[in-house]
């Protein structure tokens, strides 16, 4: 049995979000027999468990309890807690999932831990952002030394296929993408469980519901999608599911234009059940100004929606927005005018809708399974640092 250390800012059950919910997909697909997962996260809650095993994970949390405290400490208390649980497990790889992970995982081998590491990019923030924050700034030589010294680099997108070179890395970059919610794939909620959560949104027959389903801030563009909804008829409200520093702007915004009572902002959600709610919407609108890839547009995808968005970063790969290959209705950052254009002619295509849909659904069940990533995870990236 080969042994992998993950270090990751967060983990369930708590804090959710593209990343963590790959590590629970990758490894839950990887059988304990053949390799044993082991992760460090901040203690952001004082009544967490230090140690609890969640699939094929067993989770260590390090801290004093609270989110500022946790994350101030977390690198050097990470560290110690993997040397310490390396004399116990004698784990054959360590894992940076993110960029900023590399710093735990450089002092950890300092601290004398002999393992070669994986770095995973799953950043959503542009890469001018992630290098050059003035606290991060004066720290980039630890990075960067993490990045040269990577065994091997996996990517969730082409765009982020582009940054280890810019750090100083020479060795291999392997793509494998993130997979769609596999319960918008699978097709696992029942109308019933639509419609309640319909009747929890106070949704009536003639409205149309636009959605997005992420963390309320700065590079989700929620604002401009709700500076497009004085551009759109009154029956059509917005959706917004997920908790983030963004909120009360995002309220104070929608009182400032008068739509105020058009904007429904649901809060943090079960990953479980974020699938029914796109499902009791109608039209996926997510307008970022940065994504490493967008698990939440794969997955809006998968539960067959039409989808306005930007090509920002790793939107990329998925997102294209005519032709004979359209996905979905593409639109500039920053451009309100566009979302409530791109709004109208989905409303007034159904047929064009119908086509785009089906199309887009089917090349996220051909590339965006996590069953097949999950196996590739194992042979590509797994298998050539530790030989399982």
């Known amino acids: 049995m080969k042994k992998v250390l993950i270090f990751s800012l967060a983990y369930y ?3 959710v979000s593209g990343a963590e919910a790959a590590i629970r997909e990758i490894t839950d697909r990887i059988t304990p027999e053949d390799i044993e997962f082991h992760l460090i996260t901040p203690l952001f809650e004082p009544s967490a468990p230090h140690i609890e095993r969640i699939g094929n994970v067993e989770v260590y949390r390090v801290g004093l309890g609270g989110a500022f405290l ?3 400490l977390f690198i050097p208390l990470a560290a110690l807690k993997a040397r310490s649980l390396h004399s116990t497990h004698h784990f054959d790889a360590l894992w940076a999932m993110m960029t900023y992970m590399l710093f735990p995982v450089v002092l950890t081998k300092a601290l004398g831990v002999r393992a070669p590491h994986i770095l ?4 959503g923030d542009p890469y001018e ?3 050059e924050r003035p606290f991060i700034r004066p720290l980039t030589p630890f990075l960067d030394r993490g990045f040269r010294t990577a065994r091997l680099i996996q ?3 082409k765009y982020l296929g582009t940054w280890p070179a810019k750090r100083g890395y ?6 494998v993408h993130n997979g769609a919610n596999p319960k918008s794939l699978h097709d696992e909620n029942t109308p019933e469980e639509v419609d309640q959560i319909k009747q929890l949104l106070g949704k009536r027959e003639g409205d149309i519901f636009l959605v997005n389903a992420a963390r309320l801030v700065h590079q989700k563009a929620n604002d401009v999608t709700i500076r497009a909804l004085p551009l759109l008829p009154d029956n059509i409200k917005l959706v917004l599911v997920g908790g983030g520093p963004d909120e009360a702007m995002l ?3 929608a009182k400032e234009l008068g739509v105020d009572q058009r904007v429904i902002l649901v809060g943090p959600v079960d990953r479980s059940v974020v699938t029914i709610y796109r499902r009791a919407c109608d039209i996926y609108v997510g307008p970022s100004r940065s994504e490493g890839l967008g698990n939440a547009w794969l997955s809006a995808m998968a539960s067959r929606l039409p989808v306005v968005a930007t090509t920002e970063g790793g939107l990329a790969e998925f997102i294209r927005g005519d032709g ?6 593409v639109v500039e950052k920053d451009n309100p005018e566009q979302i409530a254009a791109a709004v109208k002619e989905i409303l007034s295509n159904p047929e064009k809708v119908a086509e785009v849909t089906a199309r887009a659904r089917t090349m996220i069940e051909e590339n965006y399974d996590w069953d097949m990533i999950a196996k590739k995870m194992r042979t590509e990236v797994f298998a050539p640092v530790i030989g399982c």
């Open 170 to 175: 020479k060795g291999e970059v392997v793509l």
């Open 324 to 329: 004979a290959e359209q996905t979905a209705w």
């Open 129 to 131: 952002k992630v290098f």
């Open 70 to 72: 946790s994350k101030v």
């Open 155 to 157: 990517v969730i997108s």
């Open 120 to 123: 995973t990019l799953q950043d």
């Open 13 to 15: 059950p708590s804090f």
């Open 251 to 253: 309220r104070s915004l």
